[in-house]
């Protein structure tokens, strides 16, 4: 194997392992300033992440109904465009302070000054 | 969180019709003696409550994923098949050779299985919050 093909390869196998639970924050992110429908959500997350993030409509869906049964989502209907009424979902005070604690304890910390240096590639500061 | 799903009242629904067809059937077959033929459609009646209930749990499932779903279709099976067949001798819809001990026995010792369900549903929902495991809340 030449090293460009395992460099490409391990790459992928850790991107995977990573991505994993990482919808859970996009679709956060997504909600915390204004509410959204389904395919709002679907582009904000692909949009804002490269395209490094794909969700399904439909696991959207089952996701989106699961937060709501935890009490962290909730959704208004309004009027689409065209055609039937939508679902808009919105974080709740609950989903508001979760995605807030989740960033101070888990993402914060990129932020400091040392660890902003390491990420930052060479020649780029 | 909703008592009763739609696939659960779907499932109930079919299964009142399976029910009271396989009762039909058994009681008819007993009184004409047919009793390889009453075999026969039990096993047809229970295979079908199993694919059916298989389906629409799966459905539920996927819906949300609830740790009480499985028990939940069970008490639904306890319920309606019991409750069904004490009607059945209540209004001597039975044959001959049914007696209505063997109703009674079934729903004391499935009422026991019951039981059991119930308490290891609520032993192993302990590790979950809202009824949904934690591994599977932000998965």
Known sequence: MNEDKLLSELLSAWEDTYKKGQLTLWIFLALKEDKKYVDDIKFFVEEQSRQTMSCEEQSLYRTLRKFQHLGVVDFETGKGNKGPERKYYFLTDLGQTLLAQFIDRNISLFFSYKIKKLLIPEGKS | ?139
């Open chain 2, 1 to 139: 969180m909703k008592s009763i799903t739609i696939n659960q009242l779907k499932f109930a629904g079919s299964l009142a019709l399976l029910t009271i067809l396989f009762r039909f059937a058994l009681s008819a077959l007993l009184s004409d003696m047919q009793f390889t033929w009453a075999w026969v459609i039990a096993a047809i009646y229970s295979l079908s409550v199993f694919i059916t209930g298989w389906i629409l749990g799966k459905k539920d499932y996927e819906t949300l994923p609830l740790y009480d779903i499985g028990f939940k279709f069970h008490l639904i099976t306890y319920i309606e098949c019991n409750l069904i067949a004490e009607l059945w001798f209540l209004l001597g819809f039975q044959s001959h050779f049914e007696n209505v001990k063997t109703v009674h026995y079934t729903a004391l010792f499935w009422g026991i299985g019951l039981m059991i369900h119930l308490i290891l549903f609520r032993y192993s929902r302990k590790g979950s919050i809202k009824g949904i495991e934690k591994s599977e809340l932000f998965d």
